[in-house]
Nanobody, 113 residues
Framework: VQLQASGGGLVQAGGSLRLSCAAS????????MSWYRQAPGKERELVAS???????NYADSVKGRFTISRDRAKNTLNLQMDSLKPEDTAVYYC????????WGRGTQVTVSS
């Protein structure tokens, strides 16, 4: 599965961004999809995930601010990020579990204070 993330950029604290991840196969056939992020000098961490059954899971640090969703018409995984904080600055990656794990190239999110 090929994944392509987009939507990153530079935003001021308190602002919003919407990330999208396009896939080469029907994402609704996947077991789960997730967003991860990696900040400089830190390990990659799970941000949010959504299962085939639409169960969602969020890191405590983003609960209430980020929303993960899937768009059937566009076949994309999305991450709506609101009330962004400087500590959200990282490279964001989408991940698909289709029976084997696939990673997309990251998209940079920079939040200025």
């Amino acid at each position: 599965v090929q994944l392509q993330a987009s939507g990153g950029g530079l935003v001021q604290a308190g602002g919003s961004l919407r990330l999208s991840c396009a896939a080469s196969r029907n994402i609704f056939g996947f077991r789960a999809m997730s967003w991860y992020r990696q900040a400089p000098g830190k390990e990659r961490e799970l941000v949010a995930s959504i299962s085939a059954g639409r169960d969602t899971n969020y890191a405590d640090s983003v609960k209430g601010r980020f929303t993960i969703s899937r768009d059937r018409a566009k076949n994309t995984l999305n991450l709506q990020m609101d009330s962004l904080k400087p500590e959200d600055t990282a490279v964001y990656y989408c991940r698909a579990d289709s029976g084997w794990v696939s990673w997309g190239r990251g998209t940079q999110v920079t939040v200025s204070s």
